[in-house]
């Protein structure tokens, strides 16, 4: 793998100018805000604008008389994970499993993802009465951030100018705005950390790394796979100089996910692991969710509606074989950008986060007909980075983007419809 330091911007041309692309991105940034909170408008329309409709709280996990401030409250109802973040966001340092009216399904699972609830506290100053709307308004700020980013690394690398646009079509992003989940702010600080990465700042990239798996510990296989570049660039016989300094510091977010989990265990004594059956054999899980959805095993709206059933469960099977495909194009152009240098980075990160994919469960990232969108997020925004580095035909690239496009658009008619 030959050396080659990080690319960076080029100054030549227009297109080139720092303060061009500044502009551009704070442009992406502003549309982003403005494109996904017009996707959520028929929603808080319907709920004549409470925002606690996003949070999808169920009567099973929430006493309604015995919250501190009213939310939507569904009856009969297991409710969404938005619930436990509400829960959480409320008092982030009282993490007993029950407290306000509502009990945590699995306090050592959730309280792993602490900072996008602790965020949400800070905004609110503590007031339970404005938690519904912070949780969507520091999501909408998340995905402001994430286009920022992701347009600044658009320039920084010198990729296609289309890759902003394909980050941001991702319906997992859809997903998590509309059931006030952690995965938006998460992929922000990852891609934050990756963008700092590249300009060389590394203590801001060990601080955005460490913020990212306190927030979606999903986040941690990409970053165990940059600190495994480092090592390899660190013992490299050719090496002429030293860069054990940079590794270490590379390495340091990898220690905040651990040093919390022995936190939750040792001071408030939740068990070490919990919620093991999201993880199984590789690729059995998705191949047990595509034989059931095909055969009709697996359905995912009520049982007399068999029409609309049949549409949702046809949207299952095309999106889901559109991400098999994403990835299977990402593993074929990951050799070719290992070969590139310093951008090989990308492919030893990615690469760890599409195999903890292939772990997931029918019962983990698959169990629902927009779960597995979540479950990706780091996958996908990483992998359209990769593909990036390394340009792929411009049929397929067109084909990816029309199926990010589609997906997006069934998920949002989903969001919807649930409500």
């Not at 992406?28 to 319907?46: K, W």
């Not at 997006?408 to 969001?415: D, F, I, P, Q, R």
Request: charged residues 15%; positive net charge; glycine residues 8%.
């Amino acid at each position: 793998m030959p050396e080659s330091s990080p690319p960076t911007l080029s100054m030549s041309g227009a297109h080139r100018d720092t303060k061009y692309w500044q502009r551009r991105a704070w442009a992406y940034a502003m549309a982003a805000v403005l494109g996904y909170a017009l996707l959520t408008l028929p929603i808080l329309t319907r709920h004549k604008f409470d925002p606690s409709i996003f949070i999808h709280g169920g009567d099973r996990f929430i006493d309604a008389t015995q919250l501190v401030s009213p939310i939507i409250v569904h009856p009969n109802s297991d409710g969404y994970d938005g619930q436990f973040f509400y829960r959480m966001a409320l008092s982030p340092f009282q993490l007993n499993p029950s407290a306000f009216g509502i009990r945590l399904d699995a306090p050592a699972y959730r309280t792993q993802r602490i900072f996008y609830p602790l965020l949400v506290w800070v905004t609110t100053f503590g007031h339970a009465a404005f938690v519904p709307v912070a949780m969507y308004l520091v999501n909408l700020v998340g995905l402001a951030a994430v286009a920022w980013f992701g347009t600044r690394l658009t320039a920084r690398l010198e990729l296609p100018a289309w890759i902003p646009l394909v980050i941001m079509l991702w319906p997992g992003f859809v997903v998590a705005l509309t059931h006030d989940t952690a995965e938006i702010v998460a992929a922000a600080f990852l891609l934050g950390a990756v963008y700092s990465y590249f300009a060389k700042r590394l203590f801001a990239y060990a601080v955005l790394g460490a913020l990212s798996t306190l927030t979606r510990q999903t986040t941690l296989p990409v970053l165990f796979g940059l600190a495994c570049f480092e090592v390899i660039q660190a013992i490299r016989p050719d090496r002429t100089d030293s860069r054990w300094h940079r590794t270490l510091i590379c390495a340091l977010p990898l220690a905040a996910f651990p040093l919390w989990l022995a936190i939750l265990h040792w001071v408030l004594g939740y068990p070490a692991q919990e919620r093991t059956n999201l993880l199984g054999w590789p690729f059995l899980g998705v191949a047990a969710v595509l034989r059931d959805t095909l055969i009709g095993a697996k359905h995912f709206v009520q049982p007399d509606r068999p029409t609309l059933d049949a549409v949702v469960r046809a949207y299952v099977v095309g999106s889901i074989c559109w991400l098999l495909g994403f990835c299977a194009v990402v593993v074929a152009r990951v050799p070719a950008v290992l070969r590139m240098g310093g951008t090989g980075a990308l492919a030893t990160g990615w690469l760890p986060a599409l195999a903890l994919m292939s772990l997931m469960t029918a019962r983990g990232g698959w169990v629902d007909q927009t779960g597995y969108f979540r479950a990706f997020t780091e996958c996908y925004v990483v992998g359209c980075l990769v593909l990036a580095v390394r340009p792929v035909p411009r049929w397929v690239a067109w084909i990816m983007l029309a199926g990010a496009a589609l997906a997006l658009l069934g998920a949002w008619v989903l969001a919807i419809g649930e409500r």
